[in-house]
């Protein structure tokens, strides 16, 4: 469900699929003289970056290897499967030691649990920019990051794959009049903020100065 979720996410970044393996798929997107590379690699275990390295070195088609930009422009995708998401705690080192190495490809694990996959039964990559884009899937995400929902796992592919364009909604903007008289109403400072706004620019120097010093003086004491 997950690859199936990155491939679709790479065709809708233009990525063209030209060969596919068990494990392993290849991509290329051609945009005028801009060539980039993509590999979505299913791992069935952790191993040492340098396995991993020759792993999928052995694996390129000649028509990656045989191209100049390859080496400079390739993102290299791992899909790894945890039961659940407390066995991160178990693959943190062995997962940073893979996304840091820097030999090769540009490296990124994309982990997943039975409980973030099961959320996402049915959804296509269309169904996770609407996702990404919910502020109130966001503000609840917010409020139990550690729970497996679908803002969780959509919020970790884009993450964890910094090449997807993020949706981009258009919304009409507020004046920062009104947003700042909506805070201070909300700490109970709307009496200041009126006062604050009456006074001339060499009166609020003056204020400035004053809460400058006052701020210094708690400081030494």
Same mark, same amino acid.
């Given at each position: 469900m997950i690859i199936k979720l990155i491939d679709e996410a790479l065709i809708a970044q233009q990525f063209v699929e030209v060969l596919e393996t068990d494990t392993t798929s290849f991509y290329i997107r051609e945009m005028g003289a801009a060539i980039r590379f993509a590999i979505l690699h299913k791992? #069935? @275990?952790? *191993?040492t970056p340098t396995e991993l #390295?020759? *792993?999928? *070195?052995?694996?390129?088609?000649? @028509?990656?290897?045989?191209?100049p930009s390859f080496k400079k422009n390739c993102d290299l995708i791992f899909i790894y499967h945890l039961d659940k998401?407390? @066995?991160?705690?178990?693959?943190e080192e062995q997962i940073f030691a893979i996304e840091e190495d820097p030999h090769f490809f540009k490296k990124y694990v994309l982990y997943y649990s039975d409980a973030e996959e099961h959320v996402l039964e049915g959804k296509t990559y269309k169904d996770l920019t609407m996702i990404i884009a919910d502020k109130n899937l966001f503000n609840a995400y917010k409020e139990q990051p550690l729970a497996a929902t679908q803002y969780s796992i959509a919020a970790k592919i884009f993450i964890k794959l910094p090449f997807l364009e993020l949706p981009f909604i258009k919304r009409e903007l507020v004046p920062l009049r009104i947003q700042a008289e909506e805070a201070v109403s909300e700490v109970g400072l709307t009496k200041t903020y009126e006062s604050i706004q009456k006074l001339s620019n060499a009166k609020v120097d003056d204020l400035i100065k004053e809460m400058i010093n006052d701020e210094l003086a708690n400081i030494k004491n």
């Open positions: 791992l #069935n @275990e952790l *191993t #390295n020759a *792993t999928i *070195t052995r694996l390129i088609p000649d @028509e990656f290897s045989n191209n998401l407390a @066995e991160f705690k178990n693959h």
